[in-house]
């Protein structure tokens, strides 16, 4: 049985602050965001938007754009880390919302959890409903799942120039149109670690940036070390010699708390797949220098990052393997396009991973690149931590789904909110009802009560 993503959908607040002003108000070179990190924009939610009406707002249209309605639908999955309630799940916000255009109970059919780490749990829902069509569960129906988040951290922090604000939601089912997902192969890692995490009751979170940097990078190797194990036993990928599995990956997507980190991502895993190849050499001698290894090479991640010349050395390396054309050659035709969704729009925690596919798929198209039958890798990361890595082939039937992707006119027109009035939204300075812009035909937040018997119900409508 083939089980993959049918269709896909954004929703991308309108509001955004400049990369430019942020670095500038904040004493910082411009350049550092825009070339050091690759962020360009950074969507924001107005003070009438939330992750539940994102999701909702994701989940229309890819009903619309498909022609669905609530009985082609058998569950309703949105992974967030940016959740509203301690037992409410989003989902049954979304359901809610979405039954004010269908009709009451149109969904009560309809099964589903919010499902929670970090940023990877969007692919963990994937996953698990992938498996339910699998196992012939769904009575020949889709599932929808939602990845609906908003990056937020402190005034002043580091994490503060990695924001972002959207939603995606995905249409999973047995005869898909886009991408069909390779059985078998998908493989996770898991630790308990403290990189970035968000206490209850906090609403930004507690972030070691370089510590979570390099985890990232060693949870997406553990998994992917994993994925080549079953792909080469299932017989998915056949190596010859002097080859690795990533040449057999036609593009890549990982998962982009900033656009550059895919960058950093690829530069890390080539090196670890590439170093044991005859090609190696050639890239060494080009380079001028041999790897670095650290003082001690099985240590932790702390003995790592303490070893400074070590990460002198090490970045040094990456920096001039990254300017080889053996590296730009894999850069160009396998990542470059997932990644500039990212600079125009920031993290988006869970949706990220998938708005990068989106990206690569929209310009990887314009371009004129055939992607039928191309198989894509996903790299997936959330803190915590976790990574999964997951493959998948582009259908023939794809052009039917991506002809019509337009990154600029699917967000509508974008409005850059001042230093000022972005500190206002942040710190919550204005109530759901003091919004900067008028939506239309989509669901917007309009109160949250606030009386001890109904603390914390929220209240959306359907804006004509
Ligand atoms: P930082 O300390 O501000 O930045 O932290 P930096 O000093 O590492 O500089 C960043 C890059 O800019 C470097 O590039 C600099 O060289 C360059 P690199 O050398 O590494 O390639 N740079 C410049 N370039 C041009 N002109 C200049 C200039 N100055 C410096 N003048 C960090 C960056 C990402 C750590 C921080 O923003 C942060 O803590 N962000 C939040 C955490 C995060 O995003 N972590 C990423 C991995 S964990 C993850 O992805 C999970 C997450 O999404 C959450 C979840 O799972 O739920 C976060």
Redesign the pocket.
């Known amino acids: 049985m083939t089980v993959g993503i049918d269709d896909i959908s954004i929703y991308i607040p309108r509001l955004f602050v400049d990369a430019r002003d942020f670095a500038v108000a904040r004493g910082m070179?411009p350049?550092?965001l825009q070339?050091?990190?690759g962020i360009s924009k950074m969507a924001m939610v107005d003070t009438n938007q939330d992750p539940a009406c994102m999701a909702a707002n994701a989940c229309l249209r890819i009903m619309q754009k498909s022609h669905l309605s609530p009985k082609d639908i058998g569950r309703l999955y949105v992974a967030t880390?940016s959740s509203l309630d301690e037992s409410k799940a989003m989902n049954s916000y979304v359901i809610g919302m979405l039954e004010q255009i269908y009709g009451d109970d149109s969904f009560e059919h309809c099964g589903g959890i919010e499902c929670k780490f970090?940023?990877v749990s969007g692919s963990y829902a994937l996953y698990d409903n992938s498996n339910w069509i699998r196992a012939g569960e769904s009575g020949g129906k889709s599932a929808i799942v939602v990845v609906s988040d908003i990056a937020k951290?402190d005034l002043g922090s580091?994490?503060e120039?990695?924001q972002g604000a959207g939603a995606v939601a995905m249409l999973v089912n047995d005869n898909p149109r886009l991408l069909e997902f390779d059985p078998k192969v998908t493989s996770t890692s898991i630790k308990n670690e403290y990189?970035?995490y968000r206490p209850f009751g906090k609403e930004t979170p507690i972030?070691h940036?370089?510590y979570?940097?390099l985890l990232?990078l060693l949870q997406v190797k553990k998994a992917l070390m994993l994925y080549k194990e079953k792909a080469l036993s299932t017989g998915l990928i056949k190596l010859k010699a002097g080859e690795t599995i990533l040449d057999y990956i036609d593009f890549l997507s990982m998962?982009l708390?900033?656009s550059?980190?895919g960058k950093?991502a690829l530069a890390y895993l080539l090196r670890h797949e590439w170093r044991k190849l005859p090609r190696w050499k050639k890239i060494i001698e080009k380079i001028g220098m041999e790897e670095p290894i650290p003082k001690d090479p099985r240590g932790t991640i702390e003995s790592v990052l303490a070893d400074s010349e070590f990460m002198t050395k090490d970045?040094e390396f990456t920096k001039k393997f990254s300017k080889t054309e053996e590296f730009q050659e894999v850069y160009d035709t396998k990542l470059a396009s997932s990644l500039i969704a990212s600079q125009m729009i920031g993290?988006l925690?869970t949706a990220s991973l998938y708005l990068g596919f989106r990206s690569c798929l929209e310009f990887e198209f314009q371009k004129g690149t055939d992607l039928a039958g191309k198989r894509f890798g996903f790299g997936s990361?959330?803190?915590g931590s976790s990574a999964m890595v997951f493959s998948g082939a582009i259908k023939p039937t794809y052009k039917e789904i991506v002809k019509d992707m337009n990154l600029e006119s699917e967000i509508g027109n974008r409005v850059k909110l001042s230093l000022e009035e972005y500190e206002e939204i942040h710190e919550n300075k204005r109530g759901p009802k003091e919004n900067f812009l008028d939506s239309k035909e989509e669901f917007v937040l309009i109160d949250v009560e606030n009386i001890a018997e109904s603390k914390g119900e929220r209240r959306y409508v359907f804006t004509g």
């Open positions: 070179d350049d550092k070339r050091g990190l880390e970090a940023c951290y580091s994490g120039y990695t990189d970035f972030v940036g370089q979570s940097n990232y998962h708390p900033y550059n980190m950093k970045h993290n925690y990361y959330g803190s």
